[in-house]
């Protein structure tokens, strides 16, 4: 029981000493007794249990309590350094741009619609060095780029159809020419395999496989070119063998052959470039073919006509049908004209033009001179019957008879 009477004491104590400690000068190290010898003299009662008392919470003192505790510091994520995924939507957003951009270069946008390809390239200079060293400026740089990425796209919106629109001009043109220089008749179905080229065309830039629709369409230009080159080749060499021409340049015409075979293979192939100029090479060895055999031929028919000319003379067909030799004579001497232009073309046929008419002068000749035999046979006749009459009228008048 007294245990209970002395905690109420030492609890006292020990706030007077707080108190004392906080106001006055340090106290002695040494500890002061919390209770009396006559308090220690005196024996604990072992039979009575200890009663063990918690001691109270600490109360704050009241200066602790105006304290205001600072708030947790917000930290701007946008100041810090960018991350992995800021950076690869950064290099996203400018892949996309340049591609964009690169695709509205390669199909003519600056050509088709400059105005608004100079506000878009404005601002591909105004946000090509923005700076990208926190997270926040990293991702007004994303913002920025696909918004310029947006205007390219709309600026290729705009100039493919333009662009397809000037190639589909090209090809009809490139095609017609093919079919106007002969190609249904030299080679029908190599005209409908560019025509299938085309379609395929279309059907990629549908599906807006932009770069794959420009390749097949400018395979088809060239392809119709190869054609057109083609048809040429079929008329000059169909020209050749008709006029059986192979036989004055027989070396060229074998070699033009093998070119024309190595420029069909390579056009199945779809090597319009190495067609083409297989297709080019045998058209210049044809047309040496065919001026060679011109040459010949027109020499060949300026004999011919040269020597029925000489034929007439001596029939004196320039007398005898003298109109009709002038006439065939004037052809004579424009093919004579023709000859020396290097018209050999030309020369041949006139050759052969004046030619047939010295024919027809010479066997008109022939016959005049036969009528001429004739008169003259039928009028010495005459003439003979005529002096036998006078002799035997003589003879009468003078009694003979």
């Known amino acids: 029981m007294q245990c209970k009477k002395l905690i109420p ?20 190290e040494t500890p002061s007794p919390l209770v009396s010898s006559a308090d220690e003299a005196q024996p604990a009662l072992a039979e009575e249990p200890v009663e063990v008392v918690l001691a109270p919470e600490a109360v704050p003192l009241l200066s602790s309590t105006l304290v205001e505790t600072p708030p947790e510091p917000v930290v701007d994520l946008d100041q810090g350094e960018p991350n992995q995924a800021s950076l690869d939507a950064l290099n996203v957003a400018i892949t996309r741009m340049q591609t964009s951009r690169k695709l509205v270069i390669d199909f003519e946008g600056p050509e088709y619609i400059p105005q608004a390809w100079e506000r878009a390239e404005s601002q591909y200079v105004a946000f090509a060095e923005l700076p990208r060293t926190t997270l926040g400026e990293v991702k007004d740089a994303v913002l920025l780029y696909n918004t310029v990425a947006d205007a390219y796209d709309a600026l290729a919106r705009s100039c493919l159809p333009l662009y397809y629109k000037d190639r589909e001009n090209e090809i009809i043109s490139a095609r017609t020419v093919a079919i106007n220089a002969g190609i249904k008749d030299a080679s029908p179905a190599h005209l409908l395999g560019v025509d299938r080229i085309v379609a395929e065309a279309v059907a990629q830039y549908e599906t807006a496989d932009y770069y794959p629709a420009a390749i097949s369409v400018f395979l088809a230009l060239d392809m119709y070119k190869v054609l057109k080159t083609e048809a040429d080749v079929y008329k000059v060499r169909q020209e050749i063998v008709k006029r ?14 093998v070119d024309m075979a190595a420029a069909v293979r390579n056009y199945e192939s779809r090597r319009a470039g190495q067609a083409l100029d297989n297709a080019q090479e045998a058209l210049a060895g044809y047309t040496a073919v065919l001026w060679t055999g011109w040459v010949s031929f027109a020499a060949d028919k300026g004999v011919g006509a040269s020597t029925e000319r ?92």
């Not at 059986?244 to 033009?256: C, E, L, S, T, W």
């Not at 004579?329 to 030309?346: C, F, G, I, P, Q």
């Not at 010479?362 to 046979?377: G, I, M, R, S, Y």
Request: with cysteine.
């Open 9 to 28: 004491v030492l609890w006292g104590m020990v706030f007077f000493l707080l108190l004392s400690c906080a106001s006055g000068p340090p106290p002695d």
């Open 244 to 257: 059986g021409f192979i036989v004055y340049d027989p070396n060229n015409f074998q070699k033009a052959e």
């Open 310 to 401: 000489q034929a007439a003379l001596d029939l004196r067909a320039d007398v005898a049908v003298r109109n009709e030799y002038d006439a065939a004579n004037t052809v004579y001497k424009r093919a004579d004209r023709a000859l020396r232009s290097e018209k050999y073309d030309e020369a041949a046929r006139l050759y052969v033009q004046s030619e047939t008419m010295f024919l027809e002068i010479c066997k008109a000749a022939e016959v005049k001179l036969l009528v001429a035999k004739q008169a003259v046979k039928t009028a010495e006749q005459k003439m003979l019957e005529s002096g036998e009459n006078a002799k035997k009228a003589e003879l009468v008048f003078e009694g003979g008879v």
